[in-house]
């Protein structure tokens, strides 16, 4: 079945322990994105990846990093997490002819 | 920076009705496309409408978009219970990405 995977589902951990959020595909697609959703402000993007070792950041990469070494991983990374980066995580992929975005299903994340 | 704006931010309708939502964008687009999510779970697309078009349909949606005025609606017609969902407006210009509004909220009430 085609589709993206996001883990933990749910993460509570406190202000300064480095985590990492993972995320793969199965559908062999070339771009790969994080967004964070927080109420009333939609989804805003974290940092997107066009192909293997090519990474950008999105309207608010303050505070995170990805990694992009393989095709089918794109992990997100929290290097010092505060509360502020509380949310709701969402990590998405599409093909390059096709611009229609996939969606995992989320990692709610808690810092304490 | 946030370019859709989806109107209205909620909205409550009987089953059986038809419920309209409409976004706003403010710089050129290759395409729009409507996503769909359900209470917290990831967004699933709906439909895209290229620049070029004005109408789409696809099943009980139906896409306008006016390149002009830059807005477009959401139209689901006959609505059911199981359309109660955040609705949500993404813009894509090639070269740049994806850029979501903050979403409606659609109650069917049955």
């Known amino acids: 079945e085609a589709q993206v995977t996001q883990n933990p589902r749910y993460l509570i951990t406190v202000t300064g322990k480095k985590l990492t959020v993972t995320c793969s595909q199965n559908?062999?697609?070339?771009?790969m994105s994080w967004y964070r959703q927080d109420p009333g402000l939609g989804l805003r993007q974290i940092y997107y990846?066009?192909?293997?070792?090519?990474?950008d950041k999105g309207d608010v990469p303050e505070g995170y990093k990805v990694s992009r070494k393989e095709k089918r991983n794109f992990p997100l990374i929290l290097e010092s997490p505060s509360p502020n980066q509380t949310s709701l995580y969402f990590c998405?992929?599409?093909?390059?002819?096709?611009?229609?975005?996939?969606f995992g299903s989320g990692t709610q994340l808690s810092v304490l | 920076s946030q370019q859709g704006e989806e109107d209205p931010q909620a909205l409550s309708i009987q089953e059986g009705e038809n419920a309209t939502m409409n976004c706003s964008y403010k710089?050129?687009?290759?395409?729009l496309q409507w996503y769909r999510q359900n209470s917290g779970r990831g967004l699933v697309h709906l439909i895209l409408?290229?620049?070029?078009?004005r109408e789409k349909h696809s099943g009980r949606l139906r896409v306008t978009l006016d390149t002009s005025k830059k807005s477009s609606s959401l139209l689901i017609t006959a609505s059911r219970a199981a359309d109660t969902a955040s609705y949500f407006c993404?813009?894509?210009?090639?070269?740049?990405?994806?850029?979501f509004g903050p979403g409606t909220r659609l109650s069917v009430l049955p």
């Open positions: 559908m062999n697609h070339e771009y």
């Open positions: 993404a813009t894509f210009f090639y070269g740049q990405n994806f850029v």
């Open positions: 409408i290229r620049s070029n078009e």
């Open positions: 710089t050129s687009i290759n395409n």
């Open positions: 990846s066009m192909n293997v070792e090519v990474t």
């Open positions: 998405a992929s599409k093909d390059r002819l096709n611009e229609k975005l996939f």
